[in-house]
Nanobody, 115 residues
Framework: QVQLVESGGGLVQPGGSLRLSCAASGITFSDAMMGWYRQAPGKERELVAIISRYGDTNYAEFAKGRFIISRDNAKNTVYLQMNSLKPEDTAVYYC?????????WGKGTLVTVSS
């Protein structure tokens, strides 16, 4: 059974930082493309960043220069370091994995950016 479990969300002030983690199980993690999506209230889910099995990364425009995606294959974990957070970054952040053509999703972790 494949599971993606996010952690690290919470309340942060504008300009602050958070690091999200996603622990994967049930797959050979090093073979999976991993990523993060987010969904703000009243909006559609959107891509934040993805990282290939080889470590190649791609970011949404809003994430470039502020967010960093990384992975630790030894820990079966993908991370999202978020810096210079803005109120518009408030959303539920979902971990995503693509493993041999099948997509998997975590249940999400809420990030609230507010003073």
């Amino acid at each position: 059974q494949v599971q993606l479990v996010e952690s690290g969300g919470g309340l942060v002030q504008p300009g602050g930082s958070l690091r999200l983690s996603c622990a994967a199980s049930g797959i050979t993690f090093s073979d999976a493309m991993m990523g993060w999506y987010r969904q703000a209230p009243g909006k559609e889910r959107e891509l934040v960043a993805i990282i290939s099995r080889y470590g190649d990364t791609n970011y949404a425009e809003f994430a470039k220069g502020r967010f960093i995606i990384s992975r630790d294959n030894a820990k079966n974990t993908v991370y999202l370091q978020m810096n210079s957070l803005k109120p518009e970054d408030t959303a539920v952040y979902y971990c995503w994995g693509l493993y041999y053509g099948i997509e998997y999703w975590g249940k999400g972790t809420l990030v609230t950016v507010s003073s």
